[in-house]
């Protein structure tokens, strides 16, 4: 039995910003690499500018050209890379039918906080404080022992 088509899903007011602060605050850019974040921020601007109604499509060629992609394989790696990690759902086109895209939050972040990124952030400092904390563990427990 084929799969049955996904649906766009219903989107709040402001979704966009909402969204890109998520990606910045999952620091997607080390897992997904800066490319497929700008992708990622384009595809939700454009939501954004439909007003929610429904997915944005884009030619390859013209994805390419607003994205900054010099190569159909660039782009076809970037965007790859998005939905592997979760971040994008892409329904494909084809010859005469035209890509749909929208963005989604990957099930391990749905519940992060959109607020602030920067060191005023509560929630994000103590989270920078508990992984310093885990890394200056790791860091003397495999520091050799100059005294011996």
């Not at 649906?7 to 080390?30: I, N, S």
């Not at 992609?69 to 329904?91: P, Q, T």
Request: hydrophobic share 35%.
């Amino acid at each position: 039995m084929p799969e049955k088509p996904a649906t766009y899903p219903k989107r709040p007011q402001h979704f966009a910003h909402k969204f890109c602060r998520v990606l910045t605050k999952a620091a997607a850019a080390l897992e997904i690499g800066p490319d497929a974040c700008w992708l990622l921020t384009l595809i939700a601007h454009q939501e954004d500018a439909k007003r929610y109604s429904g997915p944005v499509n884009f030619w390859n060629r013209q994805l390419m050209d607003v994205a900054g992609f010099n190569s159909v394989d660039r782009l076809v790696r970037v965007r790859e890379k998005a939905i592997a990690a979760g971040w994008l759902h892409y329904d494909a086109g084809g010859k005469g039918k035209v890509g749909l895209y929208w963005v989604k939050i990957p099930r391990q972040y749905q519940g992060i906080k959109d607020g602030s990124s920067d060191e005023s952030e509560t929630d994000l400092q103590s989270q920078n404080a508990s992984q310093n904390a885990t890394a200056n563990q790791t860091e003397t427990k495999h520091k050799p022992n100059r005294n011996q």
